[in-house]
């Protein structure tokens, strides 16, 4: 299979959570206000080092993030959505003019749904039947149609989760944050279900570490590199 080069990059807390459960336009308390300005400025150099960001439906619907480039100079990536049915208010601000924006529907998606957001000058690929996407085919296309030879996933934990057990990832980029979110519902960096007892494990090792004031910088790769 042609794909980009794809890693996910993820800011976790001491006990292994990204977001407390939120609704809809509840602010989220892992953002600027608590992460610091070094770390925020690695997360805008992770961005602008890509060709496309990739992010589920629910990270619009929740913060409504543009997906661009906070600061500095540089060209923000293609913005990638995955919306299975095409619910994504055309309001969105991820469908502004700072980076083109490609949605990824499946072939269940209303026509009209799809409709809206191309006139709202989204490029759209069609993958899959559901709400859930088929994520290798659309993965192709993201770099034959749409140049994309690097790719960075943000979030959230059930596209995190997929990509793993579909075996996607080249590289997982942690970046372990100093505090405790706590909540037995609260959101982790691979959501939905466990893979044990019904699938083996997925494993990784370690191959870069850094310290970052009180963050430490995490990148692990497959323990079986894809060929």
């Excluded at 042609?2 to 292994?16: C, E, I, N």
């Excluded at 059930?158 to 942690?174: C, K």
Aim: a positive charge; aromatic letters at 6%; one cysteine or more.
């Amino acid at each position: 299979m042609v794909r980009p080069f794809t890693f996910m990059l993820v800011a976790v807390s001491l006990d292994g959570k990204i977001s407390p459960r939120r609704s809809p336009g509840q602010p989220n308390p892992v953002g600027p206000g608590l992460i610091s300005d070094e770390i925020m400025a690695l997360h805008n150099r992770q961005r602008a080092s890509v060709d496309g960001i990739m992010v589920g439906l629910n990270c619009i619907l929740l913060d409504d993030s543009r997906l661009s480039l906070r600061a500095g100079e540089g060209k923000s990536p293609t913005r990638v959505v995955l919306d299975g049915l095409a619910e994504m208010p055309v309001t969105a601000r991820v469908l502004n003019e700072d980076a083109p924006t490609v949605v990824v529907v499946s072939h269940d998606a209303p026509i009209d749904r799809v409709k809206r957001l191309e006139d709202r000058g989204a490029g759209i690929i069609v993958s899959g039947r559901g709400r859930f996407v088929d994520l290798p085919p659309a993965l192709e296309r993201l770099k034959e149609d749409h140049g994309i030879e690097r790719l960075m996933v943000e979030g959230g934990g059930t596209v995190h989760r997929s990509m793993i057990a579909a075996g996607l990832y080249d590289e997982l980029r942690f970046i372990l944050c100093p505090f405790v979110i706590g909540g037995s519902r609260s959101i982790t960096p691979a959501g939905r279900s466990a893979f044990w007892p019904r699938g083996e494990i997925p494993r990784y090792r370690l191959v870069e570490n850094k310290t970052l004031g009180y963050y430490i910088y995490l990148v692990y790769k497959p323990e079986m590199e894809r060929p």
